[in-house]
Nanobody, 119 residues
Framework: QVQLVESGGGLVQAGGSLRLSCAASGSINSIRIMGWYRQAPGKQRVLVATITNGGSTNYVDSVKGRFTISRDNAKNTVYLQMNSLKPEDTAVYYC?????????????WGQGTQVTVSS
């Protein structure tokens, strides 16, 4: 089992910045990939960015060049630095951890943190 606690959401004006944090606890040695999803009102939850144990990153096209995902292994924490925010970035942001144990993959989710970007 992995527990994820997110923080850092809030209200910001367009063009501003926020940094989200996701602290993992529990069976952290089983985590293979961590990332962020977001869900806007009335829309499906979609992938924003991921980072592997080796540090490889992946981003959805709409955030490339504006968002940066990183991890601090000593703190078991993943960050999402969001710059040049746009109103369309408004959503609940969820942290995800993918684990693999005995060839079985599981996904664990945080509780979500609201990001609101005003125009």
């Amino acid at each position: 089992q992995v527990q994820l606690v997110e923080s850092g959401g809030g209200l910001v004006q367009a063009g501003g910045s926020l940094r989200l944090s996701c602290a993992a606890s529990g069976s952290i040695n089983s985590i293979r990939i961590m990332g962020w999803y977001r869900q806007a009102p009335g829309k499906q939850r979609v992938l924003v960015a991921t980072i592997t144990n080796g540090g490889s990153t992946n981003y959805v096209d709409s955030v490339k060049g504006r968002f940066t995902i990183s991890r601090d292994n000593a703190k078991n924490t993943v960050y999402l630095q969001m710059n040049s925010l746009k109103p369309e970035d408004t959503a609940v942001y969820y942290c995800i951890a993918e684990t693999i144990v005995s060839l079985t993959c599981n996904n664990y989710w945080g509780q979500g943190t609201q990001v609101t970007v005003s125009s």
